[in-house]
């Protein structure tokens, strides 16, 4: 039997090294897929790590309730927990149900492929910019300005702004005090909000041919989004819609430099293998690491007893090496299928608004990288962000 590692999931320092504790993760998949876990100043929790167990509290939303004490760690105060509760991912149906008819018409299937065209322009103009240099902070300069330029586009704000959104997700999602106070996450999270605001007005005053537009004037039923709504919306769009597409471009970057061969082969047939690839990537490296939910009745889990009022945190990159669902779980192929990880969540409700715009960022960005930087490699160590929920990285040097 593997000896126990020292299970602790809710410090950033067990993150901090290579973004999640697989080591961790494996022990539980095998020992303890339904483990509690003790939380300071905390009630605790039951850690999920097998992916059949993500995929039923999932699915399963008037048992398991994202809105009772929110889906982040740890349970916010009141007030805190009012301002989460505005939010679509603190929601359960019917409310959010509501919600998101009134907010998904920028986000379907069928839109994502007509994004491609502004999201391939900007992917050159963001290459373009740095080409020359030979060099540069890729999560900076490259993989951070994707999606707050085309957040930007879509909410019809200049591109600057997206950029300094950017920024402000970077100091939400840290957890060092050193680094972000409180206060100074408090204000960050005050800026995005009143940013939010003034573009709303801006949108009610100006109206434009944008998703801002769109949301300030949606109605149904004679439902309208109300000012806080809009201004948390917008919140989760940036920290979201950012937070995926930066980390995932920066994993997947250092994923094929470690890989060189996955690298090779990916090459060898970009048109064939692009998609899965980027699938692969989001498997291996869930950039989101866990989301909470409260069990609102006595139920049971992968044999586990939970009775009511206990937390549920479902962990996303464990459930993604679950061996009993993937062949290989620990190995990067590129060509893997099929693919049914959770990086997106794992159905129900909540799966991700914005998963399709996200790949199609994700394979535009990568195939110009491939092709107009064929010789780029790593400039120095990465640097990762000080966070247990977003496995991201705060800074990556290259060459190129």
Same mark, same amino acid.
């Given at each position: 039997m593997?000896? &126990?590692?020292?299970i602790?999931?809710?410090?950033?320092?067990?993150f901090?090294a290579t973004?999640?504790p697989?080591e961790q993760?494996a022990w539980?998949?095998k020992n303890?897929p339904?483990?509690?876990?003790?939380?300071?100043?905390?009630?605790?929790?039951?850690a999920?790590t097998k992916?059949?167990?993500?995929r039923?509290?999932?699915?399963?939303?008037?048992v398991?309730?994202s809105?009772?004490?929110?889906?982040m760690?740890?349970d916010?105060?009141p007030m805190?927990?009012y301002a989460?509760?505005?939010?679509?991912?603190?929601?359960?149906p019917?409310?959010h149900?509501?919600?998101k008819?009134?907010?998904?018409?920028?986000?379907?299937?069928?839109?994502?492929p007509?994004?491609?065209?502004k999201i391939e322009?900007?992917?050159?103009d963001?290459?373009?910019a740095?080409?020359?240099?030979?060099e540069c902070?890729?999560?900076s300069?490259?993989?951070g300005?994707?999606?707050?330029?085309l957040i930007a586009?879509?909410?019809?704000?200049p591109r600057?702004?997206?950029?300094?959104?950017?920024d402000?997700t970077e100091?939400?999602?840290?957890n060092?005090d050193a680094i972000?106070p409180?206060e100074?996450?408090?204000?960050?999270?005050?800026?995005m909000l009143?940013y939010?605001q003034?573009?709303?007005?801006?949108?009610r005053?100006n109206p434009?041919?944008?998703?801002?537009?769109i949301?300030?004037?949606?109605?149904?039923d004679g439902?309208?989004?109300?000012?806080?709504?809009?201004?948390w919306?917008f919140l989760?769009?940036?920290n979201a819609?950012?937070?995926?597409?930066?980390?995932l471009l920066?994993a997947?970057l250092?994923?094929?430099?470690?890989h060189p061969?996955?690298?090779t &082969?990916?090459?060898?047939?970009l048109d064939g293998?692009?998609?899965?690839?980027?699938?692969?990537m989001l498997?291996?490296?869930?950039?989101?690491?866990?989301?909470?939910?409260?069990?609102?009745q006595?139920?049971?889990v992968g044999?586990?007893? +939970?009775?009511?009022?206990?937390r549920?945190v479902m962990?996303?990159?464990s459930?993604n090496?679950?061996e009993?669902?993937?062949e290989n779980?620990?190995t990067?192929?590129v060509?893997r299928h099929?693919?049914p990880?959770?990086?997106?969540g794992?159905?129900?409700?909540?799966?991700?608004l914005?998963?399709?715009?996200?790949?199609?960022?994700?394979?535009?960005?990568?195939r110009e990288?491939?092709?107009r930087?064929?010789h780029?490699?790593?400039?120095?160590?990465?640097e990762?962000?000080?966070?247990?929920? +977003?496995?991201g990285v705060?800074r990556?040097?290259?060459?190129y």
């Amino acid at each position: 039997m593997t000896p &126990k590692p020292v299970i602790n999931l809710i410090s950033p320092e067990t993150f901090a090294a290579t973004g999640h504790p697989w080591e961790q993760y494996a022990w539980l998949r095998k020992n303890a897929p339904v483990y509690w876990h003790d939380e300071p100043n905390g009630p605790g929790f039951w850690a999920i790590t097998k992916y059949e167990d993500v995929r039923t509290i999932s699915r399963l939303p008037k048992v398991f309730s994202s809105y009772e004490t929110s889906v982040m760690l740890p349970d916010p105060d009141p007030m805190g927990l009012y301002a989460q509760r505005l939010m679509m991912l603190n929601m359960d149906p019917p409310q959010h149900d509501r919600f998101k008819l009134l907010v998904s018409r920028g986000f379907t299937p069928k839109n994502a492929p007509l994004l491609r065209p502004k999201i391939e322009e900007l992917a050159r103009d963001i290459v373009d910019a740095v080409l020359a240099k030979g060099e540069c902070d890729f999560v900076s300069e490259i993989a951070g300005r994707l999606p707050s330029g085309l957040i930007a586009e879509l909410m019809g704000m200049p591109r600057a702004d997206g950029e300094r959104l950017y920024d402000l997700t970077e100091i939400m999602h840290t957890n060092d005090d050193a680094i972000a106070p409180p206060e100074i996450k408090m204000n960050a999270v005050g800026e995005m909000l009143g940013y939010a605001q003034s573009v709303a007005d801006l949108k009610r005053q100006n109206p434009g041919d944008d998703l801002a537009t769109i949301l300030v004037n949606a109605e149904i039923d004679g439902d309208h989004l109300t000012d806080e709504e809009f201004q948390w919306f917008f919140l989760l769009l940036v920290n979201a819609g950012g937070d995926t597409t930066r980390n995932l471009l920066a994993a997947g970057l250092q994923l094929l430099f470690d890989h060189p061969d996955q690298r090779t &082969k990916l090459i060898g047939d970009l048109d064939g293998l692009l998609g899965s690839a980027v699938e692969e990537m989001l498997r291996y490296c869930s950039p989101v690491t866990h989301f909470k939910r409260t069990a609102m009745q006595d139920t049971v889990v992968g044999g586990q007893s +939970i009775k009511a009022g206990e937390r549920v945190v479902m962990f996303y990159g464990s459930a993604n090496r679950d061996e009993d669902i993937f062949e290989n779980a620990d190995t990067f192929d590129v060509a893997r299928h099929p693919n049914p990880h959770v990086a997106f969540g794992a159905g129900g409700p909540h799966l991700c608004l914005g998963m399709h715009v996200a790949r199609v960022e994700l394979a535009v960005m990568f195939r110009e990288l491939l092709t107009r930087m064929p010789h780029i490699e790593a400039g120095g160590p990465i640097e990762r962000m000080h966070s247990s929920f +977003i496995a991201g990285v705060h800074r990556m040097p290259i060459k190129y």
